[in-house]
């Protein structure tokens, strides 16, 4: 049996549906057994947005989602999902699908996961929603169940994550 360690909260960021946030927790309630429920809904704070780049800016809401579930007892777990478009300034990629912070807060957005094979055709719902599964419960192993990053491809906490393609690979599972 994995570790516990407190409580997930999955926060719908601006027009993220509520109800597709709601089926998530549904998923990982029924599939790992975790106490997770969704909060109410949020909006990316004042100076996010990176006009140059069109994107969103993960360290500004990291910070906000701090603030916003602070360290205590029981140990919360924020996990924000966007339909926005991603960027962390800590790295040099041009976009992100999700970034995470002191094993606590973290972003998740599904913008680039409707890339299908190499670019050129368009990813169908289901995939988008499985690429999208997997990069929530990436964060739920590492955040709530303390798990560290995979070398293996076939993994959920798989590191070398750089494009749709790699999603595909990965399991649902640990």
């Known amino acids: 049996m994995l570790p516990r360690n407190g409580r997930i909260y999955l926060v719908p960021l601006d027009e993220f ?4 946030a709601q089926a998530l927790a549904a998923h990982f309630r029924a599939t790992f057994d975790v ?6 809904p949020m909006a990316w704070p004042d100076g996010a947005h990176d006009d140059r780049r069109g994107q969103m800016d993960t360290s500004v809401m990291l910070s906000h989602l ?20 991603l960027f962390n300034p800590e790295v040099g990629w041009n976009y992100v699908f999700s970034y995470r912070r002191n094993n606590r807060v973290a972003v998740v957005s599904p ?13 169908d719902e289901a995939r988008v929603l499985s690429r999208l599964k997997k990069m ?3 964060n739920i192993g590492i955040m709530y169940f ?3 990053l995979s070398p293996d491809p076939g993994s959920m906490l798989y590191r070398n994550i750089g494009g749709p393609q790699e999603l595909d690979a990965m399991s649902e599972r640990f």
């Open 66 to 85: 701090e603030a916003a579930f602070p360290e205590g007892h029981p140990r919360a777990v924020a996990i924000g999902l966007s339909m926005r478009d």
């Open 111 to 123: 913008v680039r996961m409707d890339r299908g094979c190499m670019g050129v055709m368009p990813a």
């Open 17 to 20: 549906p509520v109800d597709r």
């Open 35 to 40: 106490p997770i429920d969704v909060a109410s």
């Open 146 to 148: 303390g798990l560290d």
């Open 136 to 138: 929530v419960g990436k």
